[in-house]
């Protein structure tokens, strides 16, 4: 059985104060709550994430992390001083990194590899753009995206990390993948981390993303690949984002 997570990604957005109030209401909801439940805020808000998330169940973490360990790198930051900042996990390979920063499949393995060994979570997002679902590229699309990090780790180092499909169409756009959609890619992938390793793929979580809120997230749910959901606008409202969580 694997324990379901529900990740707030809040991108560019947030403040000091809206890390509080958020903490403030889904800490006392999430203490009996049967799931995993992390916020990736932007850097800035990660101190203040550390403060009112202490002693609580709610991990957070960073929506990325440098390839490089340290070094003359302009507005990166590493994988150690995540781990100082008290992350417990990183995002990484998220489409809008692909996409607006040029992240090649390489890097994002890269990323991946030095998270692991700093001691974070990984959560690897990888997706298919409406192209490419168009040209019937789905598959294939998030195969070479998953393949490049198991290449760089291996099945050891990738149960480690936890998947996250989100089709680029779906994100950020108010149009969900219908849950049968979304099932069928996540199958996809657990077979090919079935070929990698067959206990792995058993165990490892595979987190849904895109345009999820409390009205589409039953449905999804209840596939039986879909082990949670990395939740972007709808994470930003706490009672929304507990809506989710409960549904979970
Ligand atoms: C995301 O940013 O990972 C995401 C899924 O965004 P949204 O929920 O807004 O589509």
Same mark, same amino acid.
Request: charged share 20%; net charge negative; aromatic share 6%.
């Given at each position: ?13 947030? !403040? ?49 992390? !440098? ?10 930051? #590493?994988?150690? %001083? ?12 998220? #489409? ?12 994002? &393995? ?53 998947? &996250? ?11 969900? &993948? #219908?849950? %049968? ?22 165990? %490892? ?42 549904? &979970?």
């Amino acid at each position: 059985m694997r324990r379901r997570l529900v990740a707030g990604n809040w991108k560019m957005n947030g !403040s000091v104060a809206a890390v509080r109030d958020w903490c403030a209401t889904v800490v006392q909801a999430a203490a009996e709550a049967p799931v995993d439940i992390a916020l990736f805020p932007p850097y800035p808000l990660l101190a203040q994430a550390m403060q009112s998330l202490a002693g609580t169940n709610v991990q957070f973490g960073a929506q990325d992390v !440098s390839m490089h360990a340290s070094g003359a790198y302009t507005g990166e930051v #590493s994988a150690a %001083m995540l781990i100082e900042a008290g992350c417990r996990q990183v995002l990484v390979g998220h #489409s809008e990194r692909r996409s607006y920063h040029g992240e090649t499949d390489e890097q994002v &393995a890269a990323k991946f590899a030095v998270a692991l060994d700093a001691g974070l979570v990984p959560v690897l997002c990888i997706g298919e753009t409406l192209a490419q679902r168009e040209g019937g590229e789905t598959d294939a699309v998030v195969g070479r995206q998953l393949r490049a990090v198991l290449e760089r780790v291996g099945g050891d180092g990738l149960a480690k990390g936890v998947i &996250a499909y989100e089709p680029v169409w779906a994100i950020g756009t108010g149009r969900t &993948a #219908s849950p %049968m959609q979304a099932q069928a890619v996540h199958e996809n992938i657990r077979g090919i981390l079935r070929d990698a390793n067959a206990t792995m793929a058993g165990s %490892m979580r595979i987190l849904y993303g895109g345009s999820v809120n409390g009205d589409n997230a039953a449905q999804l749910f209840e596939m039986p690949d879909i082990d949670g959901a990395l939740v972007g606008g709808a994470s930003l409202n706490a009672r929304e984002f507990l809506r989710i969580v409960r549904t &979970a």
